[in-house]
């Protein structure tokens, strides 16, 4: 091979469709500890959860539970198999209909979505959040330990979110699909 032709050529990685996922997923390619999800054709390693953010996720998911919202419940931490290139694995997701309409597959779309994150909070801004906008994920929200804040994305257009509103502990917001449910930000941080 000629040095030109060498330098023609270069590596690229695989892109992982959904379905490839799952498929490794099934035959238990990535061993039982193994915290991944994918997010536009990338496996992801996914961080590890401090004390902060289980605390986070567990006042979360029992603020969210005491919500009424219509022909929806409350996921935490599994699948939403958002597209043919994504499955991301929120750590809350208020989805259509209700467990037993999963048995076969995961939902396909969420009411609301909310991320905890510290050490993830650039990738959940940034990529997580243009995954969710692609998707029409109308309400997004990222539980921020780092500042103590809660960050409301909406609007979704395109890959990204038109309106982003950040409220301090003392402010409360009520998620789109339930509008009658308050939730206080003091409410779901640890």
């Known amino acids: 091979m000629t040095d030109a032709v060498r330098e023609t050529v270069s590596p690229h990685a695989h892109r992982w469709t959904r379905a490839e996922y799952e498929r490794i997923v099934e035959v238990g390619g990535f061993g039982a500890q193994a915290r991944l999800e994918l997010l536009d054709g990338d496996i992801v390693d996914m961080s590890p959860q401090k004390s902060a953010h289980a605390s986070a996720a567990d006042l979360t998911e029992a603020v969210l539970r005491a ?9 935490t931490q599994k699948p939403l198999a958002i597209d043919d290139i994504s499955e991301p694995e929120p750590d809350i997701a208020v989805v259509p209909g209700s467990p037993r309409d999963y048995a076969q ?12 994150a510290d050490s993830s909070l650039t990738y959940d801004r940034e990529r997580k ?12 929200w990222i539980l921020n330990l780092r ?3 809660l960050e ?7 890959d990204a979110y038109r309106r982003i509103d950040t409220l301090d502990p003392g402010q409360q917001i009520s998620p789109l699909a339930a509008p009658a449910c308050v939730v206080g ?6």
């Open 67 to 75: 919500c009424t919202f219509a022909n929806a419940y409350v996921r």
């Open 105 to 116: 597959a995961h939902p396909t779309s969420a009411l609301l979505v909310i991320e905890i």
């Open 129 to 140: 959040a243009r995954v969710y906008a692609r998707n029409g994920i109308a309400d997004y």
């Open 147 to 149: 500042d103590g804040v």
């Open 152 to 158: 409301i994305h909406r609007a979704p257009q395109d």
């Open 185 to 190: 930000v003091a409410e779901i941080l640890p």
